[in-house]
């Protein structure tokens, strides 16, 4: 099983949101006793937003775009349901955690880097919180930090590989049911929206 340090490398550093992905892998792996998806759609991972922790459940649980056997719900939220075919079994978990107490200087250095300022005293100061709050998540009990509801779910339908097709105004290629009709014409979402 991979570490938490092997996520960060795929990532590209270490924060909460990376940490709370991590956490929700593992427990959900746990959970549903299944090993990574390594061959193709063994596991499937819905994921309510597209913060950081989705990297740490890609490396973990092998849910890529790519296999088809990771979706994206826009709904803002830090949920997750892990189903594991072709039983059905699934887990959903959301993240419910209270972060450590911030301190004055760190909630003043806050609202000075969100209008602009990026001193290395401001900075120095953020990434200590950051790290704190990193390690607040990694360390919590899991109770105070996830919620996990065995669920019963639609199984989704597995992916399926379109055929593609040729934008007449820019010449590239676009999978067939993302195409649009203008003008008579076959063509893809930026050139039908006018922003190629």
Not at 43 to 57: R, T
Not at 71 to 84: E, L, P, S
Not at 88 to 98: C, D, P, W
Not at 149 to 169: F, H
Request: hydrophobic fraction near 35%.
């Amino acid at each position: 099983m991979k570490s938490f340090n092997d996520v960060v490398d795929f990532h590209g550093h270490s924060c909460p949101g990376l940490a709370f992905g991590y956490r929700v892998a593992m427990a959900a792996l746990r959970e549903i006793g299944q090993e990574k998806a390594s061959e193709d759609e063994e596991l499937v991972a819905v994921v309510e937003n597209d913060s950081c922790a989705v990297d740490a459940i890609q490396v973990l649980t092998g849910c890529t775009f790519g296999k088809g056997n990771l979706t994206y719900k826009d709904h803002g939220k830090q949920v997750y349901t892990f189903i594991k075919r072709p039983s059905g079994e699934a887990v959903r978990i959301s993240v419910g955690f209270t972060s450590p107490e911030e301190t004055e200087e760190e909630r003043n250095m806050w609202k000075q880097y969100t209008q602009g300022d990026r001193s290395e005293e401001i900075l120095k100061v953020l990434r200590n919180r950051k790290a704190k709050k990193t390690k607040a998540v990694l360390e919590a009990a899991e109770a105070e930090l996830l919620k996990i509801t065995k669920v019963d779910v639609v199984l989704p339908a597995e992916a399926r590989i379109y055929q593609s097709v040729t934008c007449t105004l820019c010449g590239e290629e676009v999978a067939e049911p993302r195409a649009r009709i203008k003008e008579g014409k076959v063509v893809c979402i930026p050139c039908f929206e006018g922003s190629p």
